[in-house]
């Protein structure tokens, strides 16, 4: 636990809405809404659109008269753009401040002591002025002493001006009494009901609740909480990129039954999945493959299932990952059922600048390493999938609907944004 901590939380504000709007400006100020893959719900929605009423989550269906009316714009998911956009913030972020912990595409944790500045006023409206000026994306930033409270500062800037600071006590306490527990970073609707139940319903009661109260009824990560909100900094910071699994999957447009197929598509999601290990210098050591049938067709035979096989030696070799996924699935697939989604899931990293000796099955990283590198050199020139494995195939029948989808703006030369 540490005291005198002062973390900034950067969050983007709709960020796929904004990564749309830096290369579609006509989209400004007006209700866009972009889709899941399969053009299924929506999974982010500018302001204008939350005017309306339009929920996260909510199904196409529901405003599709809108769409109709032309009343709002509907996009399709473009995950290489927003993946491309949030490595440009983050980039620009680091650039002023190296002590940042990436939380997810569109957040970022910085560690404000370690900088050794004391105006950060000053400093975060510069970063939000930069990051604004060489990437084209707005974002809040909350400033507070811990990092559960620079996240409720973030959440309160979103609706202020952008920037807003919970490190002076009179303007915390006001704030943690006008917070609802369900409105707290890390407490679920099932804790909060039941915090509720316990005579707590706002951040300030918890807060100055009893730690053997909370911890007897609750659980060490409610603790921690508690002591985040009094300003005492508990949870770790963790710079650079910690994740702990890469997941990458996809519903399919239509439901595959031939296995053919689900091997394409579990190839190229294997295939994105090593190359985000590669860019992270990190090998994997277990690979767990899943899939599952469309449980909404509920006349059609329900099945899902998972397969975890752990490797002789840690690789991020993508032919490798690919015949260790294919041999999972062919230990889940079953004839008979039509299939809706297919994922990998890769994890127990290892830094592949830190090579294990090994005695039996000695892998040679050196040409493997080579190999990897000049495929993924080519496609950063010429374009995604410029040179990919054969099992991913060409002719993805099965491939999700994306009828709205914008072009990959930054990462494929010919969808480069052209100027009329």
């Not at 899939?291 to 067709?297: A, E, G, I, R, V």
């Not at 035979?301 to 002789?312: A, D, G, T, V």
């Amino acid at each position: 636990m540490k005291k005198n901590s002062v973390y900034a939380l950067i969050d983007c504000n709709n960020f796929f809405v904004s990564c749309e709007r830096v290369f579609q400006p006509n989209l400004e100020n007006k209700p866009v809404i972009v889709l899941s893959s399969n053009d299924g719900c929506a999974i982010a929605r500018s302001n204008e659109a939350k005017a309306l009423g339009i929920k996260m989550g909510e199904p196409f269906f529901k405003f599709r008269h809108l769409y109709e009316q032309k009343l709002i714009s509907i996009l399709s998911s473009n995950s290489q753009l927003y993946s491309d956009m949030s490595k440009r913030v983050m980039e620009t972020i680091q650039y002023f401040c190296p002590f940042v912990e990436i939380y997810s595409i569109d957040e970022a944790f910085l560690d404000l002591n370690k900088l050794g500045i004391t105006d950060y006023a000053n400093f975060t409206h510069m970063l939000k002025s930069k990051i604004l000026q060489w990437t084209g994306i707005p974002v809040s930033i909350g400033i507070a002493s811990s990092k559960t409270l620079a996240k409720l500062a973030s959440n309160i800037a979103k609706k202020n001006s952008g920037i807003f600071s919970l490190l002076e006590p009179t303007l915390l306490e006001t704030t943690l009494y006008n917070t609802h527990v369900e409105d707290i970073w890390g407490i679920g609707n099932k804790i909060s009901s039941k915090l509720r139940l316990k005579g707590i319903g706002n951040a300030k009661e918890l807060s100055t609740a009893k730690p053997e109260f909370i911890r007897n009824n609750f659980s060490v990560t409610t603790e921690k909480t508690s002591l985040e909100l009094q300003g005492i900094s508990c949870i770790e910071f963790k710079t650079g990129d910690q994740n702990k699994s890469i997941i990458v999957s996809r519903s399919f447009g239509s439901d595959i039954f031939a296995i053919e197929h689900l091997e394409e598509a579990l190839s190229i999601y294997a295939s994105r999945a090593c190359i985000k290990l590669r860019k992270q210098n990190l090998r994997t050591s277990s690979i767990e493959v899943f899939l599952n049938t469309n449980q909404f067709k509920r006349s059609n035979p329900q099945y899902k299932n998972s397969y975890q096989i752990n490797l002789p030696y840690p690789t991020n070799n993508t032919s490798e990952i690919i015949k260790t996924a294919k041999e999972a699935l062919n230990k889940i697939y079953k004839i008979g059922y039509y299939y809706h989604k297919i994922g990998i899931k890769i994890c127990e990293f290892k830094d592949s600048t830190k090579q294990q000796i090994q005695i039996f099955n000695k892998p040679n990283y050196n040409k493997s390493d080579k190999i990897m590198s000049v495929i993924d050199k080519i496609n950063k020139i010429i374009g995604n999938d410029s040179v990919f494995i054969a099992a991913q195939g060409t002719n993805h029948s099965w491939k999700n609907l994306s009828q709205n989808k914008s072009s990959e703006y930054t990462t494929k030369w010919n969808e480069l944004a052209k100027v009329k």
